[in-house]
């Protein structure tokens, strides 16, 4: 266990719908970190959290949205899903704003049929 | 988006043979990291290099920070089955941004 929760393990929605991933950093982490990896693909990072504030952005989709509440959990909400959105998603954490090293959730497998 | 080039892209090696892969860039990064990721779990850190040049170890993993701070390796000394996965490196550019490389399947046959 990394310490890191993610939530729902498995996600089967079908096209046009919307969906709520949930991330729990480990305890003491302000850093949540959003990725998606699609089959046979790397980690394509998504977007960065701190503290409460975005604090970076990658390739994110503009259906696709986050927040990080007080209590530091962190949701990825994802709109208008087409069947390409099907993929891993992971969520990370650190102590900081940059850090060396993330630690990784077991991610949520989202299937779009 | 930006990702970095690793070979090889998948190794199907024997129980006990030696493993290398590496990990290149166009850019120059400012820090190395290796990370394990098994099915269905999230990848997990191995190394990091912090310095041009470092070499550093982990049991029987061995990785190195490139000389022109443009590439990284990974070896993997007397495979068992369990170092069955995907490895993954990640470099930190000068801006901050961890980028990922494109991953190498390591399969280990007994």
Redesign the interface.
């Given at each position: 266990d990394?310490g890191?929760t993610q939530t729902p393990k498995h996600l089967i929605t079908a096209t046009g719908q919307r969906v709520t991933l949930r991330c729990s950093p480990r305890s003491g982490d302000l850093s949540v970190y959003w990725?998606q990896q699609s089959l046979d693909?790397?980690?394509?990072?998504l977007i960065q959290y701190y503290n409460g504030e975005e604090r970076?952005k990658?390739?994110i989709l503009e259906r696709f949205s986050a927040q990080q509440f007080p209590d530091l959990h962190s949701e990825l909400n994802l709109s208008s899903l087409e069947l390409g959105d099907s993929a891993l998603y992971?969520c990370?954490s650190s102590v900081g704003q940059?850090d060396?090293?993330?630690?990784?959730?077991?991610?949520t497998r989202l299937t779009v049929v | 988006g930006q990702q970095l080039n690793q070979s090889p892209q998948s190794m199907f090696i024997q129980e006990g043979e030696d493993v290398s892969m590496n990990c290149t860039s166009s850019s120059i990064f400012n820090t190395w990291l290796w990370y394990k990721q098994d099915p269905g779990e999230g990848p997990v850190l191995l190394i990091a290099l912090y310095k041009a040049g470092e070499l550093t170890s982990n049991g029987r993993l061995t990785a190195q920070f490139g000389i022109t701070r443009k590439d990284s390796f990974l070896n993997i000394s007397a495979s068992i089955p369990s170092d069955v996965g995907i490895y993954f490196c990640a470099g930190r550019s000068t801006t901050d941004k961890l980028i990922f490389g494109t991953g190498t399947r390591l399969q280990v046959f007994p």
């Open positions: 990394s890191v990725y693909q790397g980690l394509q990072f970076a990658g390739n992971f990370a940059v060396y090293g993330y630690t990784f959730g077991s991610g | -």
